[in-house]
């Protein structure tokens, strides 16, 4: 995740340069459950509506929180499907505050956010609620299967916002949405919503069979400057990217034609930084518990946590993957090998790679920086 609010405030306030620290365990992404009331195109886990068997239950979520806290587990961002069709949600938020997490948050696609849900989730103390958006009226409706969904996400936003509840809004840029990314800006100021969270499409689940449908590189060349642009004038909101890490260097770039006498620092500081961190900082469980390096890895299982604590499989590089996703900076082929900017964005999505040319340790498709901006 690449936090451009946090780099932006370089320019203004800059902080002293550190080296490159990970913290004691990863945040957490927990797909608790895969059943969804929509059906989205760019979904990494395939949901749908209807029940899949097998699923953690709350006395096993328990056990494995309780591992993932004394792991050193800061956040856990509670996912799905949909998580509010899971009966016991609630619960499992209360007990993870109870644990002592730093973050509790809760994804959602917010269609099924009423007043008495909205009620439920205040009262729940989730640290961040982030509903995804992916285009205005119709736009999102088609992406997501249901005709008004649009206009429930919205409400749902709004009476939680009206219970003080921080609310982020999420948009997956496709080259299908990507025209409707001011107007979803522009919402977000509106809304008063306090994050944004832009994220480009992975090549997982039902998002690797529409990655036809991923924006081209120039569009999202212009996205970005629109989007640093933005979050330059809208310091009040928070700004993250996500799923494409070739953001830090083109944001440097950015400044160096801007403000080039702070370049070398905020290249200091996204080395700090240090790109992706799949299987390092962010880590996935699904909804049958087995783990995977991030959200977009199902195709991948390292271990399950009705068997082996998540302690015990994240710190086991016995797998090739996991030992060369924890390698900094990554080996790699291609354009990525070569990259002036491995330390920066340390080698994008491996998952791209691998589904794109069938190397998951190849060039990511997904740059969108030219060769000579990489040379």
């Known amino acids: 995740m690449f936090r ?42 395939t949901s749908t509506d209807k029940e899949f ?29 949909e998580p509010l069709l899971r ?59 249901k005709d008004g969904a649009f206009a429930q996400s919205l409400a749902g936003i709004r009476l939680c916002q009206a219970r003080g509840v921080k609310m982020g809004l999420r948009f997956t840029m496709t080259r299908d949405n990507a025209h409707n990314l001011p107007d979803i800006l522009d919402l977000t100021a509106a809304e008063g919503v306090g994050k944004f969270y832009l994220s480009h499409l992975n090549y997982a689940g039902r998002g690797n069979r529409n990655r036809g449908e991923d924006a081209a590189t120039q569009i999202t060349r212009r996205a970005m400057d629109l989007l640093f642009s933005w979050a330059e004038a809208h310091p009040h909101i928070e700004v993250v990217t996500g799923n494409n890490d070739a953001d830090g260097p083109t944001f440097l770039l950015w400044v160096k034609g801007r403000q080039p006498a702070l370049a070398s620092h905020v290249e200091a500081k996204l080395k700090q930084w240090g790109g992706n961190s799949s299987g390092v900082n ?64 340390n080698g994008n999505s491996r998952v791209r790679a691998e589904k794109a040319g069938n190397d998951r340790w190849g060039e990511d498709p997904g740059c969108t920086l030219t060769d000579e901006e990489i040379a």
């Open 4 to 45: 451009l609010t946090q780099f932006l405030r370089e320019l203004h306030h800059p902080t002293p340069i550190g080296p490159k620290r990970n913290p004691p365990g990863p945040v957490v992404i927990w797909n608790l459950i895969r059943r969804c009331n929509l059906l989205c195109r760019h979904c990494y886990s």
């Open 53 to 81: 068997e097998g699923e953690l239950s709350m006395p096993e979520i328990f056990a494995t929180m309780e591992d993932l806290r004394a792991f050193g587990v800061p956040a856990l961002i509670l996912s799905g499907g």
């Open 87 to 145: 009966p016991d949600i609630f619960d499992i938020a209360a007990r993870a505050k109870q644990l002592g997490f730093s973050s509790v948050a809760l994804s959602s696609n917010g269609t099924l956010i009423d007043a008495a849900m909205a009620d439920r989730i205040a009262a729940a103390g989730f640290d961040y609620v982030g509903v995804s958006v992916d285009g205005i009226g119709a736009v999102h409706d088609a992406f997501r299967g």
């Open 282 to 345: 962010v880590a996935n469980i699904d909804n049958l518990g087995w783990v995977h390096p991030d959200t977009m890895w199902w195709h991948e299982r390292l271990g399950n946590v009705r068997t082996r604590p998540f302690s015990a499989i994240w710190s086991d590089v016995s797998n090739p993957l996991m030992a060369g996703l924890k390698q900094y900076p990554r080996t790699l082929g291609g354009r990525c090998g070569t990259c002036r900017w491995l330390d920066i964005c």
